[in-house]
T-cell receptor
Framework: GAGVSQTPSNKVTEKGKYVELRCDPI?????LYWYRQSLGQGPEFLIY????????DSGLPNDRFFAVRPEGSVSTLKIQRTERGDSAVYLC???????????FGPGTRLTVL | GENVEQHPSTLSVQEGDSAVIKCTYS??????FPWYKQELGKRPQLIID?????GEKKDQRIAVTLNKTAKHFSLHITETQPEDSAVYFC???????????FGEGTQLTVNP
């Protein structure tokens, strides 16, 4: 079946702008995760949804970052007032339940000029 | 919070040789340890995982060992092939459904 998908694959924006990154999880997966991966490093946890609610948002770096999952499927990661340091690959993962393997999407490469 | 350290950062082997990558973790509550393979520009893909009630798990040429007392786990790849070349990440979490804490990655190069 279809895996986790993310759009756009690449996003270039200017410092100070607002961006939205979208994640479509595997159909039927109730858990959804966002990670951020900087060049040469491992993915870093941002936020975890179980259904529509954020079960753990302790990885969000500051209040410029926000994520929603209003219907328990698609999720959007929103970044306000982007900074050059936000440049990274943003990865989404989903799992069937709260105790299952996490499957990753291809990521969105965000570049802030 | 959890801290995962991984070494070596780069590993170069000849085709057919074995490769071993080691990770240590800090949180004794961690009980789920997956390994992901990431090719350049691609998504991380799970290759094997182990839970704390098991000391070793094997899948064809890939095996993982876990020592909970010492808080370390290792990935073993036997009979390496050029297509095994990639970055490998270890991770740990307190359950398979919670946040993963990743190591820094190991760039494995298998030379033909």
């Amino acid at each position: 079946g279809a895996g986790v998908s993310q759009t756009p694959s690449n996003k270039v924006t200017e410092k100070g702008k607002y961006v939205e990154l979208r994640c479509d999880p595997i159909s039927g997966h109730t858990a959804l995760y966002w990670y951020r991966q900087s060049l040469g490093q491992g993915p870093e946890f941002l936020i975890y949804f179980q259904g529509t609610g954020a079960a753990d948002d302790s990885g969000l770096p500051n209040d410029r970052f926000f994520a929603v999952r209003p219907e328990g499927s698609v999720s959007t990661l929103k970044i306000q007032r982007t900074e050059r340091g936000d440049s990274a690959v943003y990865l989404c993962a989903s799992s069937k339940g709260s105790a299952d393997t996490q499957y990753f999407g291809p990521g969105t490469r965000l570049t802030v000029l | 919070g959890e801290n995962v350290e991984q070494h070596p950062s780069t590993l170069s082997v000849q085709e057919g040789d074995s490769a071993v990558i080691k990770c240590t973790y800090s949180d004794s509550a961690s009980n789920y340890f997956p390994w992901y393979k990431q090719e350049l520009g691609k998504r991380p893909q799970l290759i094997i995982d182990i839970r704390s009630n098991v000391g070793e798990k094997k899948d064809q040429r890939i095996a993982v060992t876990l020592n909970k007392t010492a808080k370390h786990f290792s990935l073993h790849i036997t009979e390496t092939q050029p297509e095994d070349s990639a970055v490998y990440f270890c991770a740990a979490s307190i359950s398979s459904g919670s946040r993963l804490t990743f190591g820094e990655g190991t760039q494995l190069t298998v030379n033909p």
